[in-house]
């Protein structure tokens, strides 16, 4: 059985009602659940935008996984650049 280590600090909650938790936590989202008065627990977390939800379910995920493991496979190159502008036009 494992535990989770913890390790407890006193904060103060400045005049305009912030608090710090440290620079490694700078920048990062975090979800604040009030478990009673005065109690909260702060997790970090990862936020998907509504609108790319989509990107990470389903089809869509296995579609995006499958497209830059070939991506990674097949680095990009200039040759035959010509013949690939004339297949794209038709013109071949």
């Not at 440290?22 to 627990?41: F, I, T």
């Amino acid at each position: 059985m494992s535990f989770a280590s913890s390790v407890a600090s006193v904060k103060v909650i400045g005049a305009n009602g912030q608090i710090s938790l440290g620079k490694q936590y700078a920048g990062r989202q975090v979800l604040v659940e009030e478990q009673s008065p005065g109690v909260w627990l702060i997790r970090t977390a990862t936020v998907i935008p509504d609108n790319e939800r989509w990107a990470h379910a389903g089809q869509a995920r296995a579609d995006l996984e499958s497209a830059m493991a070939w991506a990674g496979a097949n680095p990009a190159d200039d040759a035959d650049v010509e013949a690939q502008l004339e297949r794209l036009r038709g013109r071949e």
